[in-house]
Nanobody
């Protein structure tokens, strides 16, 4: 089992930036995927970005503004969020997937989840 601990959430004005981090621990295999999902009140959870297996994919709503990366030595996933908009306000979750393809934004494909961190963007 993999445990995920997130940090970096907070409040920011529209147009600002935030950087989220997610540190993984536990049984981590050589090949894995890590991704970011978010959920706003009254809305479905949506995929933000997934990295691993030589690929990085993004949800349409964040392309060109968000950048995901990972440090395999530190077993940490990052999400750099620039040009933030009020509609980015949500709880952001880190997720882990063992092997297989990393080219997926489907939450059901991920087996471990972080506690979530709140991101609030004001106009």
């Amino acid at each position: 089992q993999v445990q995920l601990v997130e940090s970096g959430g907070g409040s920011v004005q529209a147009g600002g930036s935030l950087r989220l981090s997610c540190a993984a621990s536990g049984r981590i295999v050589n090949y894995y995927c890590m991704g970011w999902f978010r959920q706003a009140p009254g809305k479905e959870r949506e995929g933000v970005a997934v990295t691993g297996g030589g690929s990085i994919i993004y949800g349409d709503s964040v392309k060109g503004r968000f950048t995901a990366s990972r440090d395999n030595a530190k077993k940490t996933l990052y999400l750099q969020m620039n040009s933030l908009k009020p509609e980015d306000t949500a709880i952001y979750y880190c997720a882990f997937k063992r092997g297989g393809t990393c080219h997926t934004l489907l939450e059901t494909d991920f087996s471990s989840w972080g506690q979530g961190t709140q991101v609030t963007v004001s106009s």
